[in-house]
């Protein structure tokens, strides 16, 4: 495991380029195992996560080409086995879904406990109601072990809560399933609707993307295709974040304008001058002043990836704000660690904190529990007076690709320590 060495208190400035959306890259890695035929992603970001789905891919017998770069070309002529390597498995929450084009090519699955953060408190129930309704059986068997020996069927369903891989597995399933399936309650992400298109020029009919009710008529023979995938604007948001944090100006290009829109509109009630300009995104030099209160919420809501960095510019701000993440339990938690940085924060619940500032930060030890705190921490100590060390870097390196050079490029003074 790796160690983050940061020496804080340095203004950050410049330029970065944000690859593709992580969080479409997965299930459209995915959805390749639908056909037979070769697929070809781009601006894939070159992230351990990405690593680790392509190497679930090559395990169940497809062909990977490009691991490592932003173009990736995935044939899969048979799967060869029905069970992923549950090592894998367990470090990425997006292996749940390969249990759809799984049922659909050869009507068995075998997915052992999907890891990832907050394994523990991250059901896939969402998951396996909806394969359910589409014709699957559970078998008894460790992990999950499901059957599909007369294929999948199209059907109707409501899903009980908006889940983004819920929505997605349900999506790569009706792809396979011969007729109509009307998912309602469905997730309207970007990237549930990059899927929706991709799914498309494989040959599926997929109508609603990004409203509440998607219906896809499927079944047919899908072919090959081409995806580019669009900028990760979680990945915008945080850079933006860490500009605002450090008193600095960082112009973030790759993300679109729309995707963008609720990220800088949160900045802006912390008063962070921005700006977008075509696809480029400008946080400007700012004096930050509470919110009075931040919520999370289902897109287009402000998306929980980005609470965890909010709270440590809302620990920069002058005033009190409110930060309440309503999707998610003890996600905040993670950032207890701030106190003994000398923030000022109050725990209410695991949904809620409210933080009081500004605090000037001091440097100490970090523990990346998760991906999207661990950003949220290298943040804070960005702005701090002294040394901070972070580990596992390995953490936060599944989600920012090449995250040491960028950093480095905007003038912060860090050291990757094996």
Request: glycine share 10%; net charge negative.
């Amino acid at each position: 495991m790796s160690t983050l060495l940061i020496e804080g208190g340095r203004r950050l400035s410049g330029a970065v380029a944000v690859e593709g959306n992580k969080n479409a890259a997965l299930p459209l890695l995915a959805a390749c195992l639908l056909t037979s035929e070769e697929c070809v992603l781009e601006n894939v970001p070159r992230i351990s996560d990405v690593e680790v789905m392509a190497r679930l891919l090559v395990d169940l017998g497809a062909h990977v080409e490009g691991v490592g770069t932003t173009t990736l070309r995935i044939r899969c002529p048979d799967v060869i086995k029905d069970e992923p390597d549950p090592a894998l498995v367990g470090r990425l929450r997006g292996s749940v879904l390969l249990l759809s084009p799984l049922l659909a090519r050869i009507g068995r699955a075998r997915l052992a406990p999907p890891g990832g953060d907050f394994p523990a408190r991250r059901t896939i129930a969402t998951h396996l109601e909806a394969l359910v309704s589409m014709g699957a059986r559970i078998v008894d068997g460790p992990g999950h072990v499901l059957e599909a020996p007369d294929g999948l069927k199209p059907t109707s369903i409501y899903l009980y809560e908006a889940s983004v891989t819920g929505t997605e597995t349900a999506l790569i399933a009706a792809a396979a399933a011969p007729g109509l399936t009307e998912i309602r309650h469905a997730a309207c992400e970007p990237h549930v609707v990059e899927l929706c298109r991709f799914l498309t020029t494989l040959g599926a009919n997929v109508t609603g993307a990004g409203t509440s009710t998607i219906r896809v008529e499927g079944g047919g023979k899908l072919r090959g295709g081409r995806h580019r995938l669009w900028g990760d604007y979680i990945e915008a948001g945080s850079w933006a974040v860490v500009a605002a944090v450090t008193r600095g100006e960082i112009a973030v290009s790759g993300a679109r304008a729309e995707d963008l829109e609720v990220v800088a509109a949160v900045l802006k009630r912390l008063n962070i001058e921005c700006r977008m300009d075509g696809d480029v995104f400008t946080v400007e030099q700012s004096k930050p002043e509470a919110a009075g209160r931040i919520t999370t919420g289902l897109w287009p809501g402000f998306p929980s990836d980005l609470v965890s960095l909010v709270t440590v510019l809302a620990t920069q701000a002058e005033g009190r704000t409110l930060v309440h993440d309503w999707l998610y339990e003890l996600r905040l938690f993670a950032l207890e660690q701030l106190s003994g940085m000398r923030a000022d924060l109050f725990l209410c619940d695991p949904h809620r904190i409210i933080a009081t500032g500004p605090r000037q930060l001091r440097g100490r030890p970090l523990d990346s529990r998760d991906l999207r705190s661990g950003m949220a921490l290298i943040a804070a100590a960005l702005a701090a007076d002294g040394e901070s060390r972070l580990s596992p870097l390995e953490t936060v390196e599944r989600g920012y690709a090449q995250l040491v050079d960028r950093l480095r490029s905007l003038g912060a003074i860090v050291e990757k320590l094996q």
